[in-house]
Nanobody
Framework: QVQLVESGGGLVQAGGSLRLSCAAS????????MAWFRQAPGKEREFVAT????????YYADYVKGRLTISRDNAKETVYLQMNSLTPENTAVYYC????????????????WGPGTQVTVSS
């Protein structure tokens, strides 16, 4: 079992930045490929970005447009999502997830999920 807990969400003004963190614990956590998804109000959960277990490969959703960066620190067992130039369209609950396959841009295949962290961007 792997446990994931997100943090770092909050309220930010448009144009601001946030860094989300996802702390992992449990078995063989460093060998998992990790991802961020988001779910905006009234919408389905959608893929944001994924990073392989070593941190050497990343894959992003097309809409990210370079404003979001996924990274990981295996020594700290933590995955990050740096979000810059935020707009109200970034308002969502952000979830991290773990999978044995890479890259996966759909929810199917992710074995573990965190409870999510709320990001709200005001205009």
């Amino acid at each position: 079992q792997v446990q994931l807990v997100e943090s770092g969400g909050g309220l930010v003004q448009a144009g601001g930045s946030l860094r989300l963190s996802c702390a992992a614990s449990g078995r063989t956590r460093s060998r998992y490929n990790m991802a961020w998804f988001r779910q905006a109000p009234g919408k389905e959960r959608e893929f944001v970005a994924t990073i392989n277990w070593s941190g050497g490969s990343t894959y992003y959703a097309d809409y990210v447009k370079g404003r979001l960066t996924i990274s990981r620190d295996n020594a700290k067992e933590t995955v990050y999502l740096q979000m810059n130039s935020l707009t109200p369209e970034n308002t969502a609950v952000y979830y991290c997830a773990a999978a044995t396959l890479f890259p996966l841009a759909t929810m199917v295949g992710y074995d573990y999920w965190g409870p999510g962290t709320q990001v709200t961007v005001s205009s």
